[in-house]
């Protein structure tokens, strides 16, 4: 068991080294090249970063098509207000703010029809000029049910193909309806935008769903108004556009093409892609996981989505039959309008880690790894409240935000299957370090893979890999220019092998607000000589001087959650875990990935809130209390040659 | 799979929605549990198998033989966690040729079985106690209820009170249930749930398909304010020409308005020519089930409305001779024989019903 016991190990890590030549100092000569400036000033310029940001990588405003006709009628301003710590009205008339604010966000509103039910509530004259138009208006005016039908005529129309061409044509890529839509939300990223002090980015989610099959991607620009303007983002209905990744692709190169700009795409948790958001032979549009499709996906998608509000993607217990903690908010009915149900050969091509291994044996063949992505964490919102809080969840559309009924409202229902409003999970954040908070430096960031994602709570975890580092190096009043100067960050490639085994230094602080810490693990993945993937979990640092047991298993931390008053106690845990851990099982001939799974003691789920504010009914079959958790971005070794 | 053809079918039947982004309506399925339960060769209570995780272990056969207990079907999460707080409950797994579902571009389908369909298994949901009691009824019952004539009325009665069940799941299933009813038979449903419950329900937009049942029980025994609200909805629905749940609107108006509603639609839309090919169906499909109700008050005014409907809207004769002559009446057989001679175009099924009829008058 390791458990750090010095506060200061936790506080250099995060902002390092204001006792540098304290006992634990780095070596000054190797230190230079990370902190080439040498002055006085210990923290004059470092060339590393000290600072993790908080933010939500996916929200929606009234301007996506769902969320709008279905009474989101929030904007792009409301959604950066709150973003920014101020109190919001929500569309059901509540008070809202986040109990902080966050660092940046991404505004990512659906590009199919962006725009349109706004455009629809508010009686625009190209709206109403169509007859159809006119009656989808007069239904929004009437309100209840009437509304209700207008809107659901309205996506009836839209999937069946029977929407009004002009409508079709008028909010797709390159129409000026679109486009002033698209304006809309550029402008109020750049009002929003404070650098040095909050980063609002210009983005989009492109829409695929082919199939009820979720291949969603969120896209996040590097750049401001002067490249945002310059594009239309791109649609899904053909003949406007594709549902395939290929043309989400093309559109990213001729935007960096054109503008000089830089963008990225995340995919979507892949939980409800049914197998198809990572492929490993063919593509869910015909195509086949060849040469081409290994590169631009390694290009184009540096990130993942891990944990949302619909569900958690981390890993699956059938797929990781070993790992206690993998039985975690997992949503494995069906694809996203449960068409299709799942079948267990389906999970591997939707699991983060699983993606992970599949991603080194593509290496092996192509040279090229598509799967080595960085992690993060969002909220998926469609209320435009980022709202990641247990205690404060305003749920994932306005139809659920907080009420006494929502935890028995189905979230989605079909003649096969359902998923119920209590399997909603108040998830999750992105911690992304970089060393000041702009859009280039945010954006960087999470391009070379230095985030981690977390299921709400913001739990500060670093996590460097190397080859040299000692317990010593732990005790360092300086622990940060240890880590980058014996090795590499999460989101890293190890550097070359110069022992027998790999370590790594690894510090967690609980939230400051949030619960303390039951344990932090380390997750390897490899792939072996004979092209098998394998996987394994291991207990790293871990609280309250437990042992493991006869089966290797640590005890669980205790439960301290009190049902009756939503809350528990930091009686049991830990504030601060930290430990330099060495790989037992390491062969230099194997690919591999390392990441760090950071465990909170068990705390009430939000459904408890509920039930305590509004005596809501719970059913017996819901979660009441949960672990939340941090996940590292990996770790990468590749054998040499 | 057993797909009975009342009458309300066709009012229950609404555009299919879809899962854009994110869902926002639940389809209405077009088979219930116990069409399912009907049609499948075997019935079995399974809980996960101890052996294999993530799959079933039949513990009990309801319906048929089964010949080894595992059930090579996945157990999700959610009813796995099911089956894990209560060690009593079961699910209840069906297996028969069901078709795999379709979904054209995000459009939820289920698809009645047929024979063409390789066996599988299906799972209809972990069981309470309640679920489970009533699933072995329902089995008990469904040989009586396929042999007799009135079987589908049977049917339909035996779930009326399960309207206002505590739990959810019957609920769901006695509502489709009683919905494939016949409309006088559905009428009697309105004792055993409240109008509260109906503008509850009405008021929920993600079951919005499944909402004309109850816009159906809306118009029974309505009082003033619950008639002026009916008449509401229905006019402004016809004159925006809206057809999510028309008809059943439509229905709910006549229910409550009688040939007062049909003096409007008809001056409104019937005798003018601006309503849409999709509206007047729906008109008809109203009009239609009042005018096939057991004890037909309002059919000679319907009628009076089908001649009306038949010329300015000749799509519709095929229908409006196919009830003319179930109900015998030959009043309109000129009108319906000139639609027939001018208009060429007609498709099989219609130039059909209005050859059945022609012909049925000259013999009468």
């Known amino acids: ?113 962006m725009g349109f039910a706004t455009d629809l509530q508010n009686g625009a004259p190209n709206v109403l ?70 980063t609002a980015f210009i983005g989009f989610e492109w829409t695929s769903v082919p199939k009820g099959f979720n291949l969603h991607r969120n896209v996040i620009l590097r750049d401001g108004a002067a490249s945002a303007l310059q594009v239309s983002p791109p649609v899904t209905q053909k003949p406007y556009g594709s549902t395939d990744p290929f043309h989400l692709w093309k559109w990213l190169e001729d935007y960096e093409d054109r503008t000089g700009g830089t963008a990225m795409a995340l995919a979507h948790n892949g939980n409800l892609s049914n197998g198809w958001m990572f492929p490993t032979e063919d593509t869910y549009h015909g195509g086949k996981v060849d040469e081409e499709y290994v590169k631009l996906r390694a290009r184009w998608e540096p990130h993942y989505e891990i944990t949302q509000i619909k569900g958690d993607g981390e890993a699956h217990p059938l797929l990781s039959p070993d790992d206690e903690f993998a039985d975690y908010e997992n949503w494995d009915v069906g694809n996203l309008d449960i068409t299709e149900l799942k079948k267990p050969e389906m999970l591997g091509g939707e699991y983060a880690r699983e993606a992970l291994k599949r991603g080194l044996a593509l290496e092996e063949e192509f040279g090229v790894n598509p799967y080595k992505f960085g992690v993060g964490a969002a909220t998926d919102t469609h209320t435009a409240l980022p709202t990641a809080e247990e205690e404060n969840f305003f749920g994932k559309s306005t139809s659920v935000e907080p009420s006494a009924t929502r935890i028995g409202h189905p979230f989605v229902k079909s003649p096969l299957g359902a998923i119920e409003g209590y399997q909603l999970l108040a998830s999750g954040y992105t911690g992304v ?11 960087d960031a999470m391009r070379r893979k230095e985030t981690y994602a977390t299921t709400g709570p913001r739990m500060v975890v670093r996590f460097f890999g190397g080859w040299e580092f000692t ?50 693990q380390v997750v390897k993945g490899w792939l072996e000589a004979d092209g098998t993937l394998q996987e394994k979990v291991y207990d790293v640092a871990w609280s309250d001087g437990r042992e493991p047991g006869a089966d290797g298993k640590l005890p669980p931390v205790g439960n301290t959650v009190d049902l009756e008053a939503a809350s528990w106690t930091n009686t049991i845990g830990a504030s601060e875990l930290a430990t330099i851990w060495t790989d037992p099982d390491f062969d230099p001939a194997e690919r591999a990935f390392y990441y760090v799974r950071v465990l909170e003691i068990p705390t009430p789920r939000w459904v408890v809130y509920d039930k305590l504010r509004f005596g809501a009914e719970i059913p017996e079959e819901s979660e009441l209390i949960g672990q939340e958790r941090a996940y590292t971005s990996p770790i990468w070794f590749t054998p040499e040659g | ?114 024979e063409d369909a390789a066996p599988a298994w299906r799972s209809l949901g972990v069981a309470s106690l309640r679920q489970e009691t009533l699933i072995r009824d329902v089995l008990e019952r469904l040989p009586q209820w396929n042999a007799a004539a009135n079987g589908d009325a049977q049917r339909a009665a035996f779930f009326m009170p399960y309207l206002a069940d505590p739990e959810r799941a019957i609920r769901d299933l006695a509502y489709l249930e009683v919905g494939q009813a016949d409309y006088d038979l559905i009428l009697k449903a309105d004792r055993f749930v409240t109008s509260e419950e109906v503008q509850a329900f009405l008021n ?33 629905r016809l004159s925006l020409g809206q057809t999510i749940n028309l008809s059943a609107w439509i229905t709910a108006y006549i229910e409550a308005d009688g040939e007062t509603a049909i003096d409007w639609i008809e001056r409104t839309q019937l005798n003018l020519l601006s309503a849409s090919g999709e509206v007047v169906v729906q008109i008809f499909d109203a009009l239609s089930v009042h005018g096939n ?72």
Request: net charge negative; hydrophobic share 40%.
């Open chain 2, 204 to 236: 929920d937009r993600q079951y919005l398909e499944w909402h004309p049942l109850y816009i159906l029980l809306l118009g029974v025994n309505a009082d003033e304010a619950e008639r002026a609200y009916i008449r509401q909805q229905a006019q402004t």
């Open chain 2, 293 to 364: 109700r057991t004890t037909p008050v309002l059919r000679d005014r319907i009628t009076r409305s089908y001649d009306v409907a038949l010329s300015n809207y000749p799509v519709l004769a095929g229908r409006i001779a196919k009830d003319m002559a179930l109900w015998r009446d030959w009043t309109l057989a000129e009108t319906v024989r000139r639609v027939r001679t001018e208009f060429a175009d007609l498709d099989n099924a219609s130039a059909y019903a209005i050859d059945y009829y022609l012909g049925s008058a000259e013999t009468n």
């Open chain 1, 1 to 113: 068991m390791k458990n750090a016991t010095a506060f200061a190990v936790v506080v250099g890590l995060m902002s390092s080294s204001a006792m540098a030549t304290d006992g634990g100092a780095p070596d000054p000569g190797k230190t230079n090249e990370l902190y080439p400036g040498k002055t006085y000033s210990p923290y004059a310029k470092r060339s590393f970063p000290s600072n993790v940001f908080w933010g939500d990588t996916h929200v929606h405003t009234g301007l996506s098509l769902d969320a709008g006709l279905f009474g989101n009628t929030l904007g792009p301003e409301d959604a950066w207000a709150l973003a920014k710590g101020r109190e919001v009205v929500s569309s059901t008339g509540l008070p809202v703010k986040l109990g902080r604010p966050l660092d940046w966000m991404v505004l990512t509103d659906h590009t199919d029809l």
């Open chain 2, 1 to 114: 799979m057993l797909m009975r053809t009342a009458l309300a079918v066709a009012i229950l039947a609404v555009a299919s929605s879809t899962a854009l982004a994110c869902t926002v309506c639940f389809p209405y399925p077009k088979a219930t549990g116990v069409d399912y339960l009907d049609d499948a060769g075997v019935v079995v209570l399974a809980r996960e198998n101890p052996a294999k995780r993530f799959s079933f272990l039949a513990k009990q056969v309801l319906k048929g033989a089964l010949a080894v207990p595992e059930v090579d079907l996945f157990l999700n999460s959610s009813d796995r966690r099911k089956l894990t707080v209560d060690p009593g409950r079961a699910a209840v797994l069906v297996h028969g040729r069901f078709h795999e579902p379709v979904s054209p571009t995000g459009v939820t389908q289920d698809a009645p079985a047929t």
């Open chain 1, 471 to 520: 317990e010593d190096d732990l005790r360092s009043r300086a622990p940060a220019f240890i880590g980058y100067e014996k090795g590499v960050p999460m989101g890293g490639d190890m550097g070359k092998q110069t022992s027998d085994a790999p370590n790594f230094m690894i510090v967690a602080l609980r939230d400051p607000i949030g619960a303390n810490l039951d344990r932090v």
């Open chain 1, 433 to 443: 370090w970089a060393q000041e908070n702009t859009r280039r430096a945010i954006f």
């Open chain 1, 129 to 198: 000029a169509n007859e159809k138009g006119n009656e989808w208006y007069t239904g929004f005016v009437q309100g209840g049910t009437a509304a209700g039908e207008a809107a659901v005529d309205l996506i009836t129309n839209f999937s069946q193909g029977t929407l009004p061409e002009e409508f079709l044509e008028s909010y797709s890529t390159g129409a000026q309806a679109y486009d002033r839509v698209w304006e809309r939300i550029v402008d109020a990223a750049e009002d929003a935008n404070d650098p040095g002090n909050f």
